[in-house]
């Protein structure tokens, strides 16, 4: 059985949990978008994660644990409560995984944050991920340790340890298994824009732009994902002016 585990998330059922936990540092992006849209940013968060909770449930042979759940040695697919999986890829990492696990070609849904970030998607594209960026979001499954929590908490911690692995230990596989969902409401998104705090101009720009992504069809090796495209499509849709 190999275990799916969604790294930490928020309480976006509950108003007032949700409050206590969001973070300082990103409690001024939370009250731009609620004076920007008439759908509170938890609402939206809460109906993303949704989307990528079903997603999971078609994993086959995989479950959703806790940290706690997961016995040691057990396969682990490490990933954000906004993440996608292809259905089969449990069967795949099974198959293929070598003796500290598996890795396998980084696949986004996104918009460039500033140019320096289009610049190194086109980097990426063109020269491979930098040896820092080995492993992404969800984009390879290792095996449950002792001290493995950190490596799958964070893909730069995982990316070091990939490196420091004997060759086929850890892998690569050409497929993609995977994609991450970088959504407007992200905070890698939100967080940044253009050397400062985005702006209510910057926001509505950016939202014309998701919307361009989600209209475009997934094809070739992505078509698995665009079920979960469209449901992102028409929550985006939905998301109107104040």
């Not at 992006?29 to 759908?39: G, P």
């Not at 964070?154 to 991450?180: D, T």
């Amino acid at each position: 059985m190999v275990h799916i585990w969604v790294r930490a998330t928020l309480d976006y059922d509950d108003a007032r949990a949700f409050e206590a936990e969001l973070k300082p540092g990103f409690r001024g992006q939370v009250e731009l978008w609620d004076a920007t849209f008439t759908m509170p940013y938890r609402v939206f968060r809460g109906r993303v994660r949704a989307i990528a909770r079903e997603n999971l449930a078609r994993v086959a042979n995989a479950r959703c644990s806790s940290w706690d759940q997961i016995p040691d040695g057990a396969l682990v697919l490490p990933c954000d409560d906004d993440d996608w999986f292809r259905p089969d890829v449990a069967e795949v990492v099974m198959r293929s995984g070598g003796a500290g696990g598996v890795r396998w070609r980084s696949s986004f849904l996104e918009v460039p944050m500033h140019w320096r970030h289009q610049l190194g998607i086109w980097r990426r594209h063109v020269q491979g991920p930098r040896p820092d960026f080995l492993c992404t979001t969800n984009n390879y499954a290792l095996f449950k340790a002792p001290d493995a929590r950190e490596r799958m908490r964070n893909h730069l911690a995982a990316s070091a340890w990939v490196g420091e692995q004997p060759p086929g230990a850890v892998p690569y596989l050409r497929e993609r298994l995977s994609l991450m969902n970088r959504t407007l409401a992200s905070q890698t998104s939100l967080g940044r824009h253009a050397g400062g705090a985005i702006g209510r101009r910057a926001l509505l720009r950016k939202l014309d732009r998701y919307r361009r992504v989600y209209e475009a069809p997934l094809r070739g090796e992505l078509a698995w994902a665009q079920p979960h495209a469209d449901a992102m499509r028409a929550l985006t849709a939905e998301l109107e002016l104040r």
